[in-house]
């Protein structure tokens, strides 16, 4: 029987100091959002706002984070202000969901100066259906319907840097240039599995000139022959180191199996926030992935653990 791998942790003080930070009503209601609570833009056409963006990004994160529904996180945020004696009004549930179609939310990932390597990568959220114990007793009666979520995670830090939803159709290929338009500075490196093995995601990689580390498909051939004219194709160069070396040490060199931290950030984020969207329209599903997002950010700000492995 194979035996899991020992880990220990560096920091296991200041990151259980930062678990326990994720909990606190304060690191969600911020002093700069109680500031700018009531709409102070331009006069709206009929009914004018009362509360300003930031109003209804700080009560809808209190809601993906202590997974509650609109009712419920409007009863939490009433009660917040009541122990903090404040006065300032509490968007109703119903404001709550009209002003999340057209929210626009920041991730949230700090600043850098060097050329970031990125790992991409999707996965599903699954908005409504059946659960899996109806189905397994007595057949499906209505499809499940899912939204896709593409991220682009720094590899260095675990921070999210881009972010797209999308209908469960859109392949990881069409993605990749919204995620790319989002990130802003040099890219040293973008790390993806087979699904980005297309030209156009090829092109779009040598435009913001990064280096692609995109396992080609097992019968791949060679696009661009030595004796063309023209720069190489970074799918062949992989592709011939492939030949050359194989797979597996050719995965090894480039960095490739870093590409696993993307699927460790859907991991937290499914587990902290869970894997089903409450919203019921897109653009509400959408504003509720990105929010989730943003919250993950945060937590990884407070603190992340850095662990070594044992020796055998």
Known sequence: MKTKTPYRLRNWSAYNAALIARGSLTLWVDEEAVTAWRYSGPPQRGAQYVYADAAIKCVLTLRAVYHLALRATEGLARSVFALLEVTLPVPSYST???????????????????????????????????????????????????????LGVDEATGEIVAAVASEAGVSDDAALPDLLAQVEGDLSQVSGDGAYDKRHCYDALAERGAKAVIPPRRNA????????????????????????????????????HRRSLAETTFFRLKTIFGPTLHARAFAQQATELFLKVAALNRMTHLGMPESYRLPA
Not at 126 to 146: I, N
Not at 223 to 248: S, T, V
């Open 221 to 256: 051939k060679i696009w661009q022959h030595g004796n063309c004219a023209g720069a190489p194709w970074q799918r062949d160069e992989n592709l011939r180191a492939i030949r050359h070396q194989g797979r597996r040490r050719w995965k090894q060199e480039s960095g490739y």
């Open 96 to 150: 709550l969901s009209r002003r999340a179609a057209d929210l626009t939310v920041a991730l949230g990932a700090l600043p850098r100066t060097t050329p970031l390597h990125l790992v991409i990568d999707s996965s599903g959220f699954k908005v409504y259906g059946e659960g899996e114990w109806k189905v397994r007793q007595h057949g499906w009666s209505k499809r499940r319907t899912w939204r896709k979520l593409h």
